[in-house]
C-alpha cells in the first residue's frame, strides 16, 4: 500500500467521526496542524493520544483503545484532565512541562487509576512531544505510551526472589560453617579453583582470583601427596573422587585432616568439563578412628588376660575426649575411659563397672535396640549408627555411634568397640532451623489470609453502610403494617449479624477501628461475670480471679469483651455435659523478644476449660478464620481468629494450651498501658446541638452517598454531595462554604484525608468527620475523628455531636 493510500485511509477514519457538537466547531476551520496531527495519530500503530487547545480536547487512535477499557464511551473529544480525573495528578509534572514546550520522557511512572471501576496500581512509560499550531505556539501535547504494569511487576518479584535466595543462601552459608563443609569447582582445561568461604578458611587462605588445584596440593603433607596430586591425570578422570589427605594450613601451621568428594561435569561429546566437590574437616573423626585403630592394635595384642587389656584401658583409651568402650562376646564391658563413664553418669544417674552387661544397663524400651546393635558388631561388621540413648527421666541426647570388632592374633571375633558421640546440637539446630521455616511460612499464610479477607470486609462494609442506613430509617419511620414492622425487625437483626461478621473479619484481618484506653482487667471481669454465667448455662461453674494491684492494660474495652464473651462461648461449647470455666488474670514479664511478643510487661488474660480438649493438628488450624470444629451451622470459625487478630493489633499475642480430653487454656496477652488512670466513661442518650448548616459529602460509592445524605438532611443539614475528593475541591474554589466535611477516607485519587487538610488550609475552622471501612491508619491525621461503616442514625448523631458539629 502506497504511502498516499495509507494518509487516505487515514484521512477517511478521521472525516467518518462527527464534530458537530464539538467546542472545537466546524472541522474545516480546524487548524492544519492540527489536521497533520490527526492523521499521524490515526494512522500510527503505537499507542497515542493527542491533547489539543485550552480546553484540553483528547484524541487517540485505535492503539490506545485496550487502555481507555469501559470509559471508551464519549472519550474522544472530552476534557483530559476529566476523562483521566485519577490518574491526572500524576501525570501532571511532565504534562505541563511540555505544554511549557520542553519535550519529556518518563520510564515506568506509577499511575494509580481505576480504569476498570476497580482502583489498581499501574506503571506506563510515556514519550511526550509538545505539538505546535499554524503559528508556531504550544498548542497541545502528543503522546507515546506504553503500560510497563507487568514489567515492574516481574521486576519486583525478582528482586524479592533475589532477597528470599540471598536469605537461603545465608542459611546455607550457616550451615556450612556449622558442619565446616566447603563447596568447590576446578576447571578442568585451566586448573582454575573456585569455592565458597567456608572452602577457603578450611585450608587456612585468602579467597580470590588466580588460586588453581595446584595451590591445594602444594597444603598437603608429603606423606598424602600422592592421594591427590593428579595434574597430569585430571583430565582423563583417572582419580579417585572421594580421597581423605592432611594439610598444613599456611596461617596456623597446623596439620588437619579433610576428606574430599567430588564428582565430573561433562560437555555434550561426553569430556570432562568441571570437577565440583564438597570438601569437610573431619580431623576429629580421623583422630577418634586413629584411636580405635591403635586401641584395637594393642588390645588385640593382649585381649587374651584380662589383665593386659585393663592396662591397655588405663594407657590409652583414658587419652580420648570422646566415650569408648570394648565389650567381649558376653556384651560385658572389659574396657572403657573416663569420658565414658562420665557421659553415662550424665544421661543414666550411675557409672559403670568392668564386667557389666553393657545392654543391660540402660532403660527397658532401649535394652533391645542396644543388645541388637552389640550382636551385629560381633558378627565382624563396622558401622554407625545415630541412636538417642539414655534414661528420658534425665536427659536423652542423641548419638554417633561407631562399632567395629575386636579380634585376636589368630583373627577370632572376641569382642567389640562402642565409640559414642554427642551430636545433640546438631540435631537442635536442626530442629530449630525446621522450626523457623515452619513459623515463617505460617506468618505468611496468615499474612495473605489477614490482606484478602480484611479487603472483603472493607467491601461488605461499603455494602452494608446503605442497607444499615435504610433499615435504621425504616424502623424509626415505622412504616407499613406491624407484620411488615416485624419484618423490618428481622432484617435490621440479620444486617446487626453481618455487621459483626464483618468486624470478626477486620478483627482477624487486623484492620479493625480500635479504641485503645487503659483498661482495668479485673474490673472488666467482674463486670461480664454474671452476663458469661448466663451465656455459659446452669451446667458450667465459672470461677474468675486476678492478681491484686494489676496495672492498666492497653486495649479497646468494647472489642475485649467481645473476644472475652467468645472465649467464653467456645468453653461452653467444648463442655457440652459441663464442666469448670476458669478465668483469671496476672501479670507477666517478658525479658526476651520471642516470635510473637515484644519485651516488657503483660496482662495475661487467660480463659481455661476442662472440656474436650484439641490435637495438634486442629491447634496449628485454630486460628485461621472460617475452620470450625463444631459442625455446619454451628459456629462461623471466626470466633479466634477475631481474638487472634486483636491481639496482634494491641501489640500483645494469643497463646493455646491444650490436650484431648484435658481441655484447652487460652491465654490473651496484652501490653501494659502507659496511662495510669482509665479514661471517663462517655455519657449516653447523646443528643444532636441545635445549630446547622451546609454538609459537603464526599464517598466514591454511590449508594453509601444517597443514605448518608438522607440522614444528614433528617437532621437538618443542606447536603451538598461530590463523588470524589477533587471533584469536591472543585466545588469549595468555585465559593461552596461547608460547615463541616465528611467524606470517606480510601477513595480513587485523593483520600479524604488528603481532602480536610487541603480545606483546613483555607478554612482552619472547618468541621471534619473522616468516614472509613476499617482502620486505615496511613495518611489520617491523629486528631480527625472517625466513624466505622455501616453506621445508624444514632451513631452518625453521636460522632457529629463529640465535634459540636
Not at 573422587?241 to 579433610?258: A, H, N, S, W
Not at 565440583?276 to 584395637?296: F, H, M, P, S, Y
Not at 546440637?425 to 506468618?443: C, T
Request: hydrophobic letters at 45%; charged letters at 25%.
Amino acid at each position: 500500500m502506497t504511502q498516499a493510500a495509507t494518509d487516505h485511509e487515514a484521512e477517511s477514519l478521521f472525516l467518518a467521526i462527527a464534530w458537530d457538537t464539538h467546542p472545537l466547531g466546524d472541522r474545516s476551520l480546524w487548524p492544519v496542524s492540527l489536521r497533520n496531527q490527526l492523521r499521524s495519530l490515526f494512522a500510527s500503530r503505537e499507542s497515542m493520544y493527542l491533547v489539543w487547545g485550552a480546553g484540553r480536547t483528547f484524541f487517540f487512535n485505535d492503539a490506545y483503545l485496550p487502555v481507555l477499557g469501559p470509559r471508551v464511551s464519549g472519550a474522544m473529544g472530552a476534557n483530559f484532565e476529566e476523562l483521566w480525573a485519577d490518574a491526572y495528578p500524576a501525570i501532571e509534572p511532565p504534562f505541563l512541562k511540555t505544554l511549557a514546550g520542553e519535550a519529556s520522557r518518563i520510564v515506568d511512572l506509577p499511575v494509580p487509576m481505576a480504569r476498570w471501576g476497580v482502583p489498581e496500581e499501574t506503571w506506563w512509560t510515556f514519550s511526550y512531544t509538545p505539538v505546535f499550531d499554524d503559528d508556531g505556539v504550544v498548542a497541545g501535547v502528543l503522546c507515546i505510551t506504553n503500560e510497563t504494569t507487568a514489567t515492574v511487576r516481574q521486576a519486583e518479584a525478582q528482586r524479592e526472589a533475589a532477597g528470599a535466595l540471598e536469605e537461603a543462601e545465608r542459611r546455607l552459608r550457616r550451615a556450612q560453617e556449622a558442619g565446616h563443609i566447603g563447596l568447590f569447582t576446578i576447571d578442568i582445561a585451566s586448573g582454575a579453583l573456585t569455592g565458597t568461604p567456608e572452602f577457603f578458611r578450611l585450608f587456612g587462605i585468602e579467597p580470590g582470583p588466580g588460586i588453581y588445584a595446584e595451590t591445594i596440593e602444594t597444603l598437603v603433607v608429603p606423606d598424602d601427596a600422592a592421594i591427590v596430586s593428579h595434574a597430569d591425570t585430571r583430565a582423563s578422570q583417572d582419580i579417585a573422587l572421594k580421597v581423605e589427605y592432611r594439610i598444613r594450613r599456611p596461617d596456623t601451621g597446623e596439620v588437619r585432616c579433610i576428606e574430599r568428594r567430588a564428582e565430573f561435569e561433562y560437555d555434550p561429546a561426553g569430556a570432562p568439563l568441571r570437577l565440583i566437590g564438597v570438601v569437610q574437616d573431619v580431623t576429629e573423626r580421623r583422630d577418634d578412628r586413629d584411636a580405635l585403630a591403635k586401641l584395637n592394635a594393642m588390645l588385640e595384642a593382649t585381649v587374651v588376660e584380662r589383665t593386659q587389656a585393663l592396662l591397655l584401658h588405663e594407657k590409652i583409651i583414658q587419652s580420648d575426649t570422646t566415650a569408648i568402650c570394648a565389650f567381649d562376646t558376653e556384651h560385658r564391658l572389659i574396657a572403657f575411659n573416663k569420658a565414658h563413664n562420665d557421659e553415662f553418669f550424665r544421661v543414666n544417674g550411675f557409672y559403670t563397672r568392668l564386667g557389666d552387661v553393657f545392654w543391660s544397663l540402660f532403660v527397658p524400651e532401649q535394652r533391645a535396640v542396644m543388645k541388637a546393635q552389640m550382636d551385629r558388631a560381633l558378627t565382624g561388621e563396622s558401622f554407625t549408627v545415630e541412636e538417642e540413648f539414655g534414661n528420658p527421666a534425665i536427659d536423652a541426647p542423641r548419638w554417633e555411634i561407631l562399632y567395629s570388632p575386636l579380634r585376636d592374633e589368630s583373627g577370632r571375633i572376641i569382642g567389640a568397640f562402642h565409640h559414642a558421640r554427642d551430636i545433640s546440637a546438631r540435631y537442635r539446630a536442626q530442629a530449630e532451623l525446621a522450626e523457623a521455616q515452619e513459623a515463617l511460612r505460617q506468618s505468611q499464610k496468615m499474612e495473605a489470609m489477614g490482606q484478602l479477607t480484611g479487603g472483603v470486609a472493607h467491601d461488605f462494609n461499603n455494602l452494608l453502610t446503605p442497607i444499615v442506613g435504610t433499615l435504621d430509617m425504616l424502623e424509626r419511620k415505622k412504616l407499613g403494617s406491624d407484620r411488615e414492622q416485624l419484618l423490618i425487625k428481622g432484617a435490621v437483626a440479620s444486617a446487626e449479624r453481618a455487621r459483626m461478621l464483618v468486624q470478626r473479619l477486620l478483627a482477624f484481618a487486623r484492620r479493625q477501628p480500635l479504641q485503645s484506653v487503659a483498661v482495668d482487667i479485673p474490673k472488666l471481669i467482674d463486670g461480664m461475670a454474671d452476663l458469661i454465667a448466663s451465656t455459659t448455662g446452669p451446667q458450667i461453674k465459672v470461677i474468675a480471679s486476678s492478681e491484686g494491684n494489676m496495672p492498666f492494660a492497653n486495649a479497646d474495652p468494647n472489642q475485649l469483651e467481645m473476644a472475652l464473651l467468645n472465649l467464653a462461648v467456645n468453653a461452653r461449647d467444648a463442655m457440652p455435659d459441663g464442666g469448670t470455666l476458669r478465668i483469671t488474670a496476672s501479670v507477666e514479664t517478658v525479658l526476651a523478644a520471642g516470635r510473637d511478643l515484644k519485651p516488657g510487661r503483660y496482662i495475661r488474660l487467660s480463659v481455661a476449660d476442662t472440656g474436650m480438649g484439641m490435637n495438634e493438628e486442629t491447634i496449628a488450624r485454630a486460628v485461621e478464620p472460617f475452620f470450625s470444629t463444631k459442625g455446619v451451622g454451628k459456629g462461623t470459625g471466626l470466633g479466634l481468629s477475631m481474638v487472634h487478630g486483636l491481639a496482634s493489633q494491641l501489640g500483645g499475642a494469643l497463646r493455646l494450651i491444650s490436650r484431648p480430653g484435658l481441655g484447652t487454656n487460652v491465654e490473651l496477652w496484652l501490653p501494659e498501658s502507659r496511662d495510669m488512670v482509665q479514661p471517663a466513661t462517655a455519657a449516653t442518650g447523646v443528643t444532636l446541638p441545635a445549630s446547622k448548616g451546609t454538609a459537603l459529602l464526599v464517598d466514591d460509592e454511590d449508594y453509601v452517598r444517597l443514605s448518608t445524605a438522607d440522614m444528614l438532611s433528617e437532621l437538618g443539614y443542606e447536603v451538598i454531595e461530590a463523588a470524589s475528593a477533587e471533584a469536591a475541591l472543585t466545588l469549595v474554589r468555585r465559593g461552596i462554604a461547608p460547615d463541616i466535611l465528611i467524606t470517606d477516607h480510601l477513595m480513587p485519587g485523593m483520600t479524604g484525608s488528603d481532602l480536610a487538610r487541603a480545606l483546613r488550609a483555607e478554612q482552619p475552622r472547618l468541621a471534619v468527620l473522616i468516614i472509613s471501612g476499617y482502620a486505615e491508619s496511613e495518611g489520617v491525621e491523629l486528631d480527625l475523628p472517625r466513624l466505622t461503616k455501616p453506621f445508624r442514625r444514632d451513631e452518625l448523631i453521636a460522632s457529629l455531636s463529640a465535634i459540636g458539629a
